[in-house]
């Protein structure tokens, strides 16, 4: 089963914009990645944050954690074409650091 | 370094048939990762290895098996695919770290078709 899940499924918007995805999981967790994947393509890691943390930033991405809430937002300010692509949030806990993914958010920026 | 590979890219099979997906990583990672994704879904977990020599089930392990024989290698194995088997197989690998975690580096995949 997914513990992730993502909102929304899919979000288009316009270059230069933001784009806001958030993610909700179930149990405790040791962290909480983001990752990108192009269409076809493989995954790419984009943001780890630590279950201790409550926000980090990388570039033009922010991302927030709500342990309470059991909540992510990730943020992506001044979109650009080459945003587009889909986002999964995956979460972590336990040994052998596996983790269970969202069913993603798929992000169309248009030109 | 070309981080994380797969082979083949791609592959068709009969019901019943068998076949092994290779993966193989250069960064010296402690843990590899089989995953399966299907369409408009996230991955999950197949099966796993924390060192060479060990594995143990994901989340999907039935109808799997895997090898780790050497430390960069990963195999999985298909011993009679079934067409609820047909999708994209990614392999990722991760360097030891404490509870704090750190990120997966995946592979391309491999888009399994199963007829």
């Known amino acids: 089963s997914q513990q992730g899940e993502e909102d929304p499924q899919a979000l288009s918007i316009q270059e230069g914009e933001n784009a806001t995805m958030n993610c909700s999981y179930k149990t405790s967790i040791n962290n909480l990645q983001w990752y990108r994947q192009n269409s076809g393509r493989g995954l790419v890691h984009l943001i780890l944050i630590r279950s201790n943390e409550r926000e980090k930033h990388s570039g033009r991405l922010r991302v927030t954690l709500d342990t309470s809430k059991k909540s992510s937002s990730l943020l992506i300010t001044a979109s650009r074409a080459a945003d587009t692509a889909s986002y999964f949030c995956a979460t972590s806990r336990g040994g052998a650091q596996k983790l269970v993914f969202g069913q993603g958010t798929r992000l169309t920026i248009n030109p | 370094n070309a981080g994380v590979t797969q082979t083949p890219k791609f592959r068709v099979l009969k019901t019943g048939q068998s076949m092994t997906l290779l993966c193989a990583q250069d960064?010296?990672?402690?843990?590899m990762y089989w995953y399966r994704q299907d369409p408009g879904m996230g991955l999950r977990l197949i099966h796993y290895s924390v060192g060479e020599g060990t594995t143990a089930k994901g989340e999907v392990p039935d109808g799997y098996n895997v090898s780790r024989l050497k430390k960069q290698n990963f195999l999985l194995g298909l011993e009679s695919a079934a067409p609820s088997q047909t999708s994209v197989y990614f392999c990722a690998s991760s360097s030891y770290r404490d509870r704090g975690g750190h990120e997966q580096f995946f592979g391309p995949g491999t888009r399994l078709t199963v007829l």
């Open positions: 960064m010296n990672h402690e843990y």
